[in-house]
């Protein structure tokens, strides 16, 4: 993931195909949209899903690595 042309500071998790949260990431926002430096990130591990959120939330909602998601029909 990258932070190109994009304006407001994120947080993102990994999560694995179990849907356990792997990492978490924060994320600064680019610049100016003529920026060739913004923020990059890649996952250490193998992982099947991001979410991608304001940075902060998942401090915010206590939700931390090992923690996991349930779909919901």
Known sequence: YWMK??????SIGFFD???KLLEIY???KTPSVLSTR???????KKVKYAL???KGWFKANNIK?????????
């Open 52 to 54: 991608e959120v304001p």
């Open 65 to 73: 690595v090992g923690a996991s998601f349930k779909l919901i029909d």
């Open 17 to 19: 195909e179990n849907k």
């Open 26 to 28: 924060d994320l600064k």
């Open 38 to 44: 913004f923020d990059q990130v890649k996952s250490r």
């Open 5 to 10: 042309n994009t304006f407001i500071n994120l």
